[in-house]
């Protein structure tokens, strides 16, 4: 027994202490020029297309013109918010994998407003009412799992997911409820001819970019706020004690289910207000694909971020831009949507799968070497 | 380590979910044939829902091909659009980037291509299977749309000789020549369908009835599989649908039960089951419409084709057609075409064991569906008639056509 040879593992995975951030910013880049290589070889490979050319073209879809450079700006206006939205949560270790319903039934209370009371109260109170109604319906949504954990320790990431699918299947009950013509599962614009709750469009209308500011100045602001709230007010503060430590947060007297409770409506409220740009800013019409599954894409966006609202923009403008930039490459080289898929799968996966590297190192075995 | 799994299992919940929500942009085929016509000038945009993978896509994609390659003009195809301010970016970016003809082909494009049409007075816009053209006073915006339903009732045909076959051959009786139907909502496009359907194979297969299920999405694979197998299981002897995907063909092609496709011929997949399908030929409008915008002239602000134009059509029949079919189709066909056969014929139908005398339809979108124009003419229901609109408004719920579900 006691001479059977003891077997050494091939290669060993040893936790990494904390990295300098130079060194793991290094590593980030490495790994998304590795992730543009493995892109351009498959191109080649594939389709036989230049993949320097392919890449111009990627840019020309994000930016090329005045208008697609402001739709991308709205669109990363969009995925930030809701990333920022679910931030304050996570960094108090409660996992709200609800962002979706969450601004889903802002949406769903913006549409309420529009098209009930439309024609009943004047435009500037009605873009109240759906403000307030939309911040309300996002922060309840949220809440409401938020009370169950603060009270009863119930699992959060299992309730906000299904949280999601609730609010999916309201918001298809009310379209088949408001559709127009009947049958059809559609509402259409709502509005259209009034433009009754329609959140108004900054500047003068020959500017391209009035369509897409408000969303913009929106996302700023509470980028800009989300910032200073998490790093120093005493609230963020007390967030960051909760997700440390709850017993730590007990002994020096933080009201732990009030600090989850307030954090998660404020979570909640953020996304029910990017349900509002979205329905009563940006398509003035409500589907169960509104979101379009970035309440999940907001998730992966700020965990990129490590919790932080800068690094979030840039994080966010990079899916957007890798969204928009293969939807060019669709359209220009002929190719099908999915190769599009194919390379944003493979950047994304480079980059998440560098941070395993940053966490740890794997260390070889090194023949001869004993302990 | 519980931290980490923790941490991995939120990312890949996050990596799957955006791979699942990552579709969403477009695709293009730039197609330069210049064969020295004047429409070479023409740059036609095409938005559609979805890509080649749906066959209702797939009927307008190669329509536009054909039309442009015809013509001479450019052709820039956005697939993957969803039915929402992404229809108005399309459609902008495609007047943008020159395109003096654009057509979406999903009915939630419409209020988007509105919008995008008053913002470019000059661009010629038009959307397929729309309601709001001759209402909306847009001189450049249009809709289209064929009697398909001339077409359904030619495939209801087969499917009545087909019905007939089996009971001959002793596999079922006349009382079970039941048939199934799966449609997407219960919108007055898909109950004109499937009544026009049912009225063709009745008119050569008296006995027969048809129980209808909705699946609540025009391309849900999954649910289509699922809805064609329920009806299956019911009794249902043949099958044919109004939804976009392959769902309902490959049940009936696993479970041997005989289907009437829609929207193009899908033999190759069902080489056994298939009998025949009926399909909207987009061909001739994208060519008249090509030709108009070249010459500078004006087009109809809601186009409806027909039989008689070509812009509905029927696949060359499948092994599983009935002997005599085609004859039995050319005939109905020249009848049609000389108009001694209406297919709403209210002679050949009840509603609650009553002949339809009057109707009002609901031909203007609004958001009460007040009924609006009396559809009955000179016996028959005038659907998608001159003066009315293109898309069908037929919405009455007829005798021997049961409902097995009316959610969506």
Known sequence: MSNKKVHEPLFHIVKRDEMTFKKALFIRLLAIVAALLLCAVITMVVTGQNPISVYGTMGVGAFGTARKTWVTLQNVSILLLISLALTPAFKMRFWNIGGEGQVLIGGLAAATCMIKLGDKVPGGLLILIMFVASLLAGGIWSVIPAIFKAKWNTNETLSTLMMNYIAIQLVAFFTVLWEVPKGSGKIGIINQNTNAGWLPNLGVPSFTGSKYLLTI????????????????????????????????????????EKVIIRTVFISGAICGLTGLLLVGGINHTLTTTIAGGQGFTAVMVSWLAKFNPIIMVFASLLIVFLERGAGEVATNFGLNQSFSDILTGIILFFIIGCEFFIRYKITFKRGGHKK | MKKFSKLAAIALAAVSAFALCACGSKTSTANGNENGTDASSVKVGLITLHDENSTYDLNFISAAKAACEKTGAELVIKTNIPEGQEAYEAAVELADAGCNFILADSFGHEDYIIEAAKEYPAVQFSHATGTKAHTENLENFHNAFANIFQGRYLAGIAAGMKLNEMIEAGDITADQAKMGYVGAYTYAEVISGYTSFYLGAKSVCP???????????????????????????????????????????????????????????????????????????????????INAVAAGENFPVDFCGSLEDGSVALTDLGSAAAEGTQEAIDAAKAQIVAGELHIFDTATFTVDGETLTSYMADVDSDAEYAPDHEAIVDGYFNESGEGLRSAPFFDVKIDGITLLDTAF
């Open chain 1, 217 to 256: 100045i929106v996302a700023l602001l509470i980028t800009a706020g989300m910032f200073i709230y998490l790093a120093f007010s005493k609230q963020g503060y007390e967030i960051s004690v909760v997700g440390e430590s709850v017993n730590t947060a007990r002994y020096v007297g933080i009201k732990v």
């Open chain 2, 207 to 289: 006995t027969a009835t048809m129980e209808v299920t909705f699946t609540g999405s025009w391309y849900d694979e999954t649910a289509e599989k699922t809805a064609a197998q329920t009806l299956i299981d019911n009794g249902c002897v043949l099958i044919s649908q109004h939804a976009d995907s392959m769902g309902a063909p490959t049940a009936c092609e696993t479970a041997g039960v005989p289907d009437v496709s829609y929207n193009g011929s899908t033999a190759s997949a069902c080489p056994n089951t298939f009998i025949v399908s009926s399909r909207i030929n987009w061909e001739p409008y994208f060519e008249t419409v």
